[in-house]
């Protein structure tokens, strides 16, 4: 099965929890061994977003933001790198054809932004189209996606199933929310109409939730075009 994992800005605090990473690295490896090919890109975090707005107070441009931002996530792929040692390919890529290159191994492979302007979510909806993913997995820290922010409204409601477009809608009028922040950008979310790929959102708190949507089980929410 091949698998696309978005790990996002929550997995990545201030304070980086080492313990987390390994957890998941133990996953990585578990997936890779069982026969599996992964690919993981890592969101920005908070560290991101204290660079970019002190580089927004210095007078940067957007673009310069959106560069800063790259390069804090390619920081966090590195992290996973370190820790995934032989089973994974030894850089995160930073174009398309080096993606491919780096798919090509069958090795792990794990990447942060490409392009300024794409968030990671986009990236990772590239990623799971340019490998023909059996499915996108995005990890936040709620139990999927809701009509509400939960951490704000009680009576926010978790959607199991969700399309893509009905995503987009919801998106564009600000209601959808996962971890206190808007799900997926326009991009992203068009790539997934247009590809067909199935995308699992779950709390990516608990590593098990995604062996047991590898293993056909129902967690978090299911974003799929009907």
Request: charged share 25%.
């Amino acid at each position: 099965m091949k698998i696309v994992v978005k790990l996002s800005g929550f997995f990545f605090p201030s304070e980086l929890e080492v313990k987390n990473i390994e957890a998941y690295v133990r996953l990585f490896k578990k997936l890779r061994r069982a026969g599996h090919r992964v690919l993981i890109v890592t969101g920005g975090g908070e560290n991101a977003r204290k660079y970019i707005r002190a580089a927004r107070t210095l007078g940067a441009d957007e673009a310069l933001c959106d560069q800063l931002g790259i390069e804090v996530t390619r920081l966090n792929a590195r992290l996973l790198i370190f820790g995934l040692g032989e089973e994974v390919y030894p850089e995160p890529p930073t174009s398309v054809n080096e993606l491919k290159h780096a798919l090509a191994t069958g090795k792990i492979v794990v990447m942060g932004g490409l392009t300024p302007g794409h968030s990671t979510d986009a990236v990772a909806a590239i990623a799971a189209e340019l490998m023909r993913a059996n499915f996108l997995i995005r990890t936040v820290d709620v139990n999927g996606v809701y009509t509400a922010d939960p951490k704000k409204n009680p009576k926010a409601k978790r959607l199991s199933k969700v399309s893509p477009m009905k995503m987009l809608e919801l998106v564009m009028s600000g209601k959808c929310w996962a971890g206190g922040y808007a799900l997926l950008d326009p991009v992203a979310i068009k790539i997934l109409d247009r590809s067909r790929i199935p995308t699992w959102v779950l709390n990516g708190k608990d590593p098990e939730n995604i062996e047991k949507i590898i293993n056909g089980k129902k967690v978090g929410t299911f974003v799929v075009k009907e």
